[in-house]
Structure formats: C-alpha cells, structure tokens
C-alpha cells in the first residue's frame, strides 16, 4: 500500500538538480513546458517554491520586466541554489507560503514549482492570487497522482501530495484560479534518467505522444497547469429580484352624511 511522504522538500533538492539526472529533469520538463510558458516581455516573473531550475531553460525570461525566485521556509538547502554565482541566486528570498512579501497585484507570471504539494495549498493559492495582477498567470508543475514519479522518492517529486487532474481543477477553483491549460509531462519513469541526453528527450517525446493517445495526461509524471485568476469567483451570486409583495386594495369609505 503506498503512503504519504512527510510534506516537505528534501534537504538535497538543490544538489539534485545540480547532478546529471537532476539536469536532465531539467530538461525533459522544460521540453514540455516551456512552449506552453505565456511571453514574459516587460513583465514581472517570480518562481516559486524550487523553480530556478525550470526558469534557469527559459531564454525569453530574460526580456522580463523582472524576474526573481522565493522558497518557502521549509525548503532550506544545505547546497547552494541553482546558479548561485548567476541572477536567480541574488534575487532569491525566503518566505513563507501563506504570505508572500510581495504587494498585491505586482506580480504578471508565477511560475510555481515544488511548492503546491508541500505547503497549505489553499492558503498559498488565496496569497499568490492576491499578488498577481488581475490579466496574470499561473504555472504550475506538480506531481501527478497516477503517474510513477510521484511514488518514488528519488527525485524532489516524490515528495509531498501528488493531484490527480480533478483535484487539481477542484483545489485551483477553491484558490480562485481557473485552468486554462493542462498537459502533461516527464512521461519516462526516473530510471530512464540514466540514458544519454538524447536518447531520453527523443524517448519522453515519443512517450508522451503516445500516453496522450492512450490516457490523456494520466500516465504522465507531473501536471503542467497555466491557470488564470478568476475574477468573479469570490463575488456573492446575483440574487433574483424580490417578487413584489402583494398589497392588499384598502379603500377607504366614507358614511354618508
């Protein structure tokens, strides 16, 4: 029977990525994703939870308005942070996941990894909304219940609580998001990230064709989720207007004189 992990990023998250099989992670997941990724021009980008290694791949990141990374206070490594001698590790904080340090409506794109499924997922949803604009979006990369990379704790996704795509769609909602997208991705099991760089991109690229086919995202190892703010979701529903209620006909008579 499979049981869940304790709800926190492993203390070698940052030297994962920093091996070969953490960069080829990397790189499979950015192969799906970052097509999907909407255009960072002029606007503002945060990462959240452990996503320098997913950004770190996205050249038109660098056209942002500003771009940053924040952890949460559960995720303290002891290795240093992907490029830690570059720009993510000079505009990387620690804060945590149920207020973020940023005003309200100033963030454009949150990209969110390794956070979702470690942290009070509602509470960190109802935060990041609060601070996105209101035209923002929402990526999210999570572990997918279904899929193998979520019952195995060799990588950081094995960690925490995966969603299947429905409790995915329903927490989004509670969090007033609304998915616009969802695809899947990481399709090869982690063994296969013992193959050459090449050999496992054209293989997951193949995989997936075939899983979509087969299973939709269902058979994929993390969800790949753009969500957008919904705007109207916190509002009361609209009341029927009150019938009115009938007054009964007084008449007032008068006795004759």
Same mark, same amino acid.
């Given at each position: 029977?499979?049981?869940?992990?304790?709800?926190?990023?492993?203390?070698?998250?940052?030297?994962?990525?920093?091996?070969?099989?953490?960069?080829?992670?990397?790189?499979?997941?950015?192969?799906?994703?970052?097509?999907?990724?909407?255009?960072?021009?002029?606007?503002?980008?945060?990462?959240?939870?452990?996503?320098?290694?997913?950004? !770190?791949?996205?050249?038109?990141? !660098?056209?942002?308005?500003?771009?940053?990374?924040?952890?949460?206070?559960?995720?303290?490594?002891?290795?240093?942070?992907?490029?830690?001698?570059?720009?993510?590790?000079?505009?990387?904080?620690?804060?945590?996941?149920?207020?973020?340090?940023?005003?309200?409506?100033?963030?454009?794109?949150?990209?969110?990894?390794?956070?979702? !499924?470690?942290?009070?997922?509602?509470?960190?949803?109802?935060?990041?909304?609060?601070?996105?604009?209101?035209?923002?979006?929402?990526?999210?990369?999570?572990?997918?219940?279904?899929?193998?990379?979520?019952?195995?704790?060799?990588?950081?996704?094995?960690?925490?609580?995966?969603?299947?795509?429905?409790?995915?769609?329903?927490?989004?909602?509670?969090?007033?998001?609304?998915? !616009?997208?969802?695809?899947?991705?990481?399709?090869?099991?982690?063994?296969?990230?013992?193959?050459?760089?090449?050999?496992?991109?054209?293989?997951?690229?193949?995989?997936?064709?075939?899983?979509?086919?087969?299973?939709?995202?269902?058979?994929?190892?993390?969800?790949?989720?753009?969500?957008?703010?919904?705007?109207?979701?916190?509002?009361?529903?609209?009341?029927?207007?009150?019938?009115?209620?009938?007054?009964?006909?007084?008449?007032?008579?008068?006795?004759?004189?």
């Amino acid at each position: 029977m499979l049981t869940r992990r304790k709800p926190s990023l492993p203390p070698d998250a940052a030297a994962f990525y920093a091996t070969r099989r953490g960069a080829l992670t990397a790189d499979l997941l950015a192969d799906q994703a970052l097509p999907l990724f909407p255009n960072p021009m002029g606007r503002r980008v945060l990462g959240l939870g452990f996503a320098a290694p997913i950004l !770190e791949r996205w050249p038109q990141v !660098e056209n942002a308005r500003w771009a940053g990374t924040a952890r949460f206070d559960t995720q303290i490594t002891r290795a240093p942070a992907i490029g830690s001698d570059g720009p993510w590790r000079r505009r990387d904080c620690v804060t945590g996941s149920n207020a973020l340090p940023f005003d309200d409506l100033s963030l454009d794109i949150v990209v969110m990894m390794h956070g979702l !499924e470690l942290s009070s997922q509602t509470a960190l949803l109802r935060a990041t909304w609060k601070a996105m604009t209101d035209d923002g979006h929402l990526v999210l990369i999570v572990p997918n219940r279904s899929g193998i990379w979520a019952h195995r704790d060799s990588t950081p996704f094995g960690y925490g609580s995966p969603f299947s795509s429905s409790q995915l769609d329903t927490l989004l909602a509670r969090g007033l998001f609304r998915t !616009e997208y969802a695809t899947g991705a990481l399709w090869l099991p982690p063994p296969a990230l013992r193959l050459s760089r090449s050999a496992a991109r054209t293989m997951d690229r193949v995989a997936g064709l075939c899983g979509r086919i087969v299973a939709g995202r269902a058979l994929a190892g993390v969800h790949v989720v753009i969500a957008r703010k919904n705007l109207y979701a916190g509002l009361p529903p609209l009341q029927a207007e009150a019938r009115a209620a009938p007054i009964p006909r007084q008449v007032v008579e008068t006795s004759p004189s």
